[in-house]
């Protein structure tokens, strides 16, 4: 190999591998560029869904607070108290006069109708009494699943949301790696152009 | 072109400014938005929608608070109190007039029953009291199920304008009145004991008509 041959493969290899490194410069670049918009707009949807998770979070956390112990104990006390005064409310009232015959009957026998109705209007109100407290359970639950149904609706909005939000990220982030893609320059393809021809001169001269 | 400026009302002005078809500055036209900003514009409007839709509902159905249901055990109560009162009332009378028949009705027997009676109606209005209750709370039930109904609904449309007129809609129609059946009669088996001596004492044909002219068994005597 003769002197005039070493010189055109040394600059034509040194142009082929400073285009190769160009080449891959420029794709490396691109390629991060791409993953950053890519990146970003996750960010910005993830960002955006963080504050709707908040939002249902804080449902969620009023709802749980509703069904602590001390809470559901104060509901059912008030729902077992509505029903009580329901019931009560609609009791009828002791008035032994109103009897047929209360007029001319004897003190004995009025005295025997008081104590009789008497009697038996304690006997409802205790009745009165524990079917308020039993239908007081019912009640609760029933509240609590209305509670439940009014925080699944906000969250389940939310969740609409959160979905829907998810399902155009996909095409968001499509649309931002169509704007940041850069084709490559050339100049690297055009180094190792001419590193071959170099090379392809040393070698018909050599 | 011979058919003149295609931007109908709208003009230059002499300093070459924009205006409107009332010579006021035209305002500036919003620089076009990139497709990704449409679509995400379009859903966080689409999520304003469905916020404002649920507004709407929450607001229609607001009225279906704890005086709207107090107000229903009262009309509930109203509707079943005044038959309970006048069965009792009549039951009343009826008892009386068993224990009349009987020669009882001024004496401890008669006390007893009445307080039985008494205990019988007070045990009815217990009842209704009770079931006043426990029809608030189905309604109150419906109530949450519409509201339900209407959220998601509000979530499929994204439409405010047609949220709110379902709401309207079903929340008028949740207060039409269901039809609830008036009471039997309630005291029937209390009184049947007396009701029955008197149809048997009423029926009872007696003892068969005797001649206080007739001394002996036989057939006939000839008076002559």
Redesign the interface.
């Known amino acids: 190999m003769c002197f005039e041959s070493i010189i055109p493969l040394a600059i034509g290899t040194a142009l082929s591998v400073g285009g190769g490194l160009l080449n891959k410069n420029e794709n490396d670049t691109n390629a991060a560029n791409i993953a950053t918009a890519r990146n970003d707009v996750l960010a910005s949807q993830l960002g955006k869904n963080n504050v709707i998770a908040n939002e249902s979070r804080g449902v969620f956390n009023d709802r749980l607070a509703q069904v602590q112990p001390a809470a559901t104990g104060q509901l059912q006390t008030d729902v077992t108290g509505q029903r009580a005064n329901s019931i009560n409310s609609n009791m009828p009232t002791i008035n032994a006069s109103t009897f047929p015959g209360a007029a001319d009957s004897s003190s004995l026998v009025k005295s025997s109708v008081a104590k009789a109705i008497g009697d038996a209007l304690a006997t409802s109100q205790q009745r009165a009494t524990a079917h308020a407290k039993l239908g007081g359970f019912g009640d609760t639950f029933q509240r609590m699943g209305l509670q439940d149904t009014d925080a699944s609706n906000k969250i389940g909005t939310s969740i609409g949301f959160a979905q829907a939000n998810n399902a155009l990220t996909p095409s968001l982030q499509d649309f931002a790696e169509q704007e940041t893609y850069k084709p490559n320059s050339g100049i690297g393809g055009l180094f190792q152009g001419i590193g071959n021809a170099f090379g392809s001169y040393a070698g018909a001269h050599g | 072109m011979c058919f003149g400026n295609s931007n109908y009302g709208q003009g230059q002005a002499k300093n070459g400014a924009q205006v409107d078809q009332y010579g006021n500055p035209a305002s500036p036209a919003p620089a076009p938005q ?3 900003q449409q ?2 514009s379009q ?1 966080d409007a ?2 304003a929608s ?2 404002a839709g ?1 507004s709407s509902i929450e607001s229609a159905f607001s009225k279906f608070n704890d005086p709207y249901f107090a107000d229903f ?1 009262k009309s509930f ?1 109203d509707y079943y ?1 005044p038959q309970i009162d006048t069965q009792y009332n009549d039951a ?2 009826t ?2 007039a068993g224990l009349a028949r009987k020669g009882v ?4 027997i ?3 029953q ?3 009676l ?2 019988q ?3 009815q ?2 009842q ?3 079931q ?3 029809a ?2 189905e309604l ?2 419906k109530v ?2 519409e ?2 109904s209407l ?2 609904l509000n ?1 499929a449309s994204a439409n405010p304008a047609q949220a709110n007129t379902e709401a309207l809609a079903r929340s008028t129609a949740l207060v039409t009145p269901p039809a609830y059946t008036p009471l039997g009669s309630v005291f029937a088996n209390f009184l049947s004991p007396y009701t029955a001596y008197s149809q048997a004492y009423s029926n009872n044909a007696g003892a068969g008509y005797k001649s206080p002219y007739q001394k002996n068994n036989n057939s006939g005597a000839v008076v002559q």
């Open positions: 990139t497709i990704p679509i995400t859903e689409r999520q469905v916020r649920n055990e109560k109190n009343q009378g008892l009386e009705d001024r004496s401890s008669a006390a007893t009445f307080g039985r008494f205990g109606y007070s045990d209005r217990e209704i009291g009770d006043a209750a426990s608030a709370g109150r039930g949450a199920n509201k339900s959220y998601a979530s």
